[in-house]
């Protein structure tokens, strides 16, 4: 199937689908010419790199050489409320393109409560902004609610100068963001 940016989407045959107890963990994956990013994720926990790492470089058929990761996101629910960890840069190109696909990937499951943990997020340019905005968008839009946490004095410095901060629901730890929520 031909995706977008150049890239491919695979459907990965059942057997490489890599199995929690509640069910496969993805069954989709995009794939550029220097990065796979899955786009249908499921269960419980799941790292984007693990897509690359633990399984594609396995499957002998597939012509995946190079895995370039510049945003990595690892993703947790626990009763209902589900935290978004990212690490690396939320920028132009693949990086908010996976940020996107994994906020809509959590709207069409249902999620209601969404953190973002941002702590290790060390560059973010207008692209990174503008798909922060957007899920904030459609986060509300879906009647769910979104929270920050762990700005960086980087990162808070460029909401404040987009004058992006008051709308966000920002707080300075994780467990902050998660508590009461």
Not at 82 to 90: E, Q, V
Not at 145 to 152: D, I, M, Q, V, Y
Not at 159 to 180: K, Q, V, W, Y
């Amino acid at each position: 199937m031909s995706g977008r940016s150049g890239g491919t989407s695979l459907l990965f045959p059942r057997s490489v689908i890599p199995n929690t107890a509640e069910g496969p963990l993805f069954s989709l994956c995009f794939v550029t010419p220097h990065s796979v990013i899955p786009t249908a994720v499921e269960g419980p926990l799941f790292s984007y790199r693990t897509c690359y790492d633990k399984y594609l470089r396995q499957a002998s058929n597939w012509r995946v050489e190079k895995l370039t990761v510049a945003l990595e996101i690892t993703q947790r629910e626990t009763d209902g409320l589900y935290l978004l960890a990212l690490r690396g840069r939320l920028a132009l190109g693949e990086e908010s393109a996976g940020f996107r696909s994994a906020i809509d990937n959590l709207l069409a499951a249902g999620a209601a409560r969404i953190v973002v943990n941002l702590e290790h997020v060390h560059y973010v340019d207008s692209a990174g902004l503008g798909a922060l905005i957007e899920a904030h968008r459609k986060i509300i839009a879906k009647g769910a609610r979104l929270r920050l946490s762990n700005l960086g004095p980087n990162f808070r410095r460029a909401l404040e100068i987009a004058r992006l901060l008051g709308l966000f629901d920002s707080h300075p730890t994780e467990s902050a963001a998660l508590s009461n929520f």
